[in-house]
């Protein structure tokens, strides 16, 4: 078995610190020889750790296919002062990989004690709004700037370390070695884009907001909320505009400006007990059986679901949050609004996390 530990010269800008004490934070990556946990076998492990101000890395690397064992071994004397692991879609593949063939040597790897942080999972829920090809790794590290001297892939680099273990040619080591040290020292950089989902999810503030006017491409006159959103952290390295028929995202640095477009329209506010409203067709609305006896019997009718509303001329934005006046065009409708005056600075935060999340 060979064992390299050296610096890794890296930085992470996100405040992992939030998962567990730095020093006790384990960034993971395994290499195997295929996909199958009974038949192929793992042959490098790399980890990233926090020692003595400054981020180190190590690789075991098995000389041969006996060698595994010593590996997971090694691996597990390792993570035995660790609390949390943090990887690339490691949930799915890395850790029941690893597993698995620990306990196919009677290993007690115990991963389950670590807290499990899977980077691919939470930066996933951006695909819409970074609009990547895809969000594998090398995508991802593209998009933040990251340039790569590793330029194989891990399914091309089987058949790299077969021909190793074959003919013992040491220059075959390298190539094995630098992609699986890239994998994880490039994972620490790609954790900033963490401070995007937190963002997502509600960590902001909004700097101030206001109704503005604008032409549409018809030369129409229109309105639209705009809501300028500032973060403590950097978001991303990756500028990010979003142009929708419903709405606009401009990111930048730690800065957001949100346009949502404005609706001019008469929507039906729906009352949800028709039992005790008649319906007026004439008038197109229902009113409440307590005031019915001003109205003739001929032009009421028992009120339905479908019908059971009042029609409200107003100025609208797309629904998000709690709100006691929520409006529809028709009753199945699946699009609901609200007023823009039910905004204020009271309910706009709630509102905006609801529709940031919604993205």
Same mark, same amino acid.
């Given at each position: ?38 038949? #192929? ?42 609390? #949390? ?78 021909? =190793? ?20 020292? =490039? ?59 419903? =709405? ?7 800065? #957001? ?50 019908? #059971? ?51």
């Amino acid at each position: 078995m060979l064992v390299i530990k050296d610096e890794a010269k890296i930085t992470v800008d996100y405040p992992i610190e939030k998962f567990a004490d730095k020093e006790k934070i384990l960034y993971f990556d395994i290499e195997t020889t295929g996909l199958s946990r009974k038949y #192929c076998s793992i042959y490098l492990i790399g980890a990233m750790y926090f020692d003595e101000g400054k981020w180190m890395y190590a690789q075991w690397f098995a000389d041969n296919y006996n060698d595994e064992a010593n590996v997971i071994m090694a691996f597990q004397k390792f993570i035995k002062d660790y609390d #949390c692991l943090i990887h690339f879609n490691g949930n799915s593949f890395d850790i029941p990989f690893v597993n698995d063939r620990a306990d196919n040597y009677n290993i007690d790897l115990d991963l389950d004690r670590l807290k499990s942080v899977d980077i691919y999972k939470d930066i996933s829920s951006l695909k819409n709004v970074l609009n990547l090809p895809n969000m594998k790794q090398k995508t991802l590290e593209e998009a933040v700037g990251i340039k790569r001297t590793d330029p194989f892939s891990g399914g091309e680099l089987v058949e790299v370390y077969k021909e =190793y273990v074959r003919t013992k040619d040491q220059k075959l080591i390298y190539p094995l070695l630098l992609h699986n040290r890239e994998d994880v020292l =490039y994972m620490g950089k790609i954790t900033e884009l963490l401070n995007l989902c937190d963002f997502f999810n509600g960590d902001f503030k909004i700097s101030d907001w206001n109704i503005s006017e604008y032409k549409d491409m018809n030369g129409n006159d229109k309105k639209e909320l705009v809501v300028n959103i500032l973060s403590d952290k950097p978001l991303s390295a990756i500028d990010i505009t979003q142009n929708t028929n419903s =709405y606009s995202i401009k990111i930048k640095e730690n800065k #957001c400006q949100l346009k949502i477009k404005i609706l001019e329209d008469n929507l039906k506010l729906f009352f949800n007990n028709y039992k005790d409203y008649y319906y007026l067709p004439e008038e197109d609305k229902a009113i409440h059986k307590s005031v019915s006896q001003f109205v003739d019997k001929n032009y009421r009718e028992q009120a339905k679901a479908s019908n #059971c509303y009042e029609n409200v001329s107003d100025s609208f934005v797309t629904a998000f949050g709690d709100f006691k006046y929520v409006f529809r065009s028709e009753y199945n409708s699946k699009y609901e609004f609200i007023r823009i005056s039910d905004l204020n600075d009271d309910n706009l935060t709630e509102y905006i996390k609801e529709f940031l999340k919604s993205l």
